[in-house]
């Protein structure tokens, strides 16, 4: 018998909703001889709110201990923006290193895409699957800048993007692991090396160099501005992108909207090294517009649990997961149906 | 009788095709008491490989002598990312302060967008006409980064992002007059503030003050991952979009493949104090695969023309080159035409 520590974090909004709907499937999908430890963490707006508090570092430490976190969503419009995103989100990807952003964007049969009418132009045979492995601790979102002169005609902000070798080679070597164990293998690097030329040119080094010891991946490179033509004109073209944090941040979503919209996406927020715990969470934000109606899908959410099952190495739940997030896709079509509605489902077909 | 004193930078690849077909339009639709000037500047790719200049000092004053500038496209294979952009495109920019870089997106009729099923949902009424207004001379392209401990394994990269009060509020007020005097009178400022939180600190309280003098502009903002979002699924939401220069260079390239590519895709980077000559320039670059094979669609020079016209106050000229690229759009189809043919087509419409 295993047991495993999750540590879980439902935040405000429609996260609790489909947290909950998460657990529901995960409970479903694991083996009878695993038990889920599983202890709530009431972080996000709410607490700040109450107690003004976004993560104490008791509560940082406590975290740290568990084998990985599940988070719904964290926010609402009383917050100041950059509050609960930095002092919680961002908080958490820094302190337990989350290097490795996985974002799998991934049209299911069923799911029309917006740019359908393309895709089936390109043939019965034409998939777009593909993932995108955003770096999470460098880049635009190191939160390294300043202002001066704050609130006068003469104010100057600034902002700094800090990369490292250290920090592109780690994710870059765990893209090309990725694409190699995939089947078409191929990698594909999204950057803006022709402006950014001093981090755009590590990155690009880094990129030729690891990729030596890939020899089976094909590679090819994509300016941002250009990735973006692609990922709406003939996205099947990916197959593995790495990219860095801000760069990542914005063609993800883009990515989702392409594959069904982000209550479709699913995301990872990985120390591949195991020293800390990693983060699954819904690409979505908490939506408050919507919370409480159950209009919410839970999609996104199990998806993540099942980028959990894997990383916890229990692959056969995870696929059973897929499966039958597969499988009642291809059949949802028009239908309405309710957040726990979607969430038995699923579970069903994961149990069945 | 008026004379415009006009330099002209075809450029590499498909620039100077396109560039003819832009001469040729121009000179269709200026009424006969306005005589432009043109000289050409022999400036990009093969005058680097001749003599590794990017833009001599001495050309650089030469073309400040002038009343705007028309750029093909830069660039060819065989030149190191960086060189000509830094050296060539965004020292033109920087050095003729062109803060308001102006790129209108406009899906016309007869042209298919990638999302066209999504846009038929939304009735007969639905329009996507909109104008990006993409700040030009701070950001993260201001060139200020370094690399040290370069090729080592312990190198870091930095790029800053340089953003000032008047950086900001001479662009955000530009768009704010723009918006002001089009018909649905909406602004949206797209950025990052809940990372990005001096720069975008910065940009928000700016976008907020300014708009109190614009009392008849609605106003709203989205995160720029939200809104590739939206530029895929709804882009007839958006009127006028004001951003920084990343954003705007990411989104714009986004907004003109869901309006029918960058094919058609004109811009003009403005000095609006009309201290230094504007530079009117297609979106698109030098693609050297198709250059010399007639394939090049030169629509997004005329237009980019037609800009140039309309910023030069000969604005009757610049309206009949739309209404003609329109016209020409709206029968175009399934036709194969040459670059020439294409510009015949309009140039005849334009003077007919
Ligand atoms: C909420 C925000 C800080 C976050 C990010 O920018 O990474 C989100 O957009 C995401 O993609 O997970
Ligand atoms: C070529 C490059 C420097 C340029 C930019 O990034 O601004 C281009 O992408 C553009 O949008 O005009």
Redesign the interface.
Known sequence: ARSVNLAVIPGDGIGPEVVAEGLKVLHAAVPGDVKFEITEYDLGARRWHRTGETLPDTVLEELRGHDAILLGAIGDPGVP??VL??GLL?KLRFAFDHHVNLRPARLYPGVTS?????LDERGPDYRVDFVVVREGTEG??V?N???LRT????????????????GI?RVVRDAYRRASARERKKLTLVH???????????W??IFQRVGEEFPDVTTDYLH???A??FL??DPGRFDVIVTDN?FG??????A???TG??GLAASGNLDVSGANPSMFEPVHGSAPDIAGTGKADPTATVLSVALMLEHLELTDAARRIEAAVAADLAERGGQQRSTSQIGDAIAARVAG
């Open positions: 923006s950059g995103e930095r961002l917006p740019i359908q009418a393309r635009p979102y939160g800048g300043g202002s609130g006068t005609p003469h104010e100057i902000a600034t902002e700094v993007s800090v990369n490292t070798a250290y080679e803006k090396t022709n402006v950014l030329v001093h981090a755009g040119g590590l690009y080094r941002v501005d250009a973006t033509i709406t004109t801000l941040d914005i063609i993800t979503d883009l989702a909207a392409v919209g982000i």
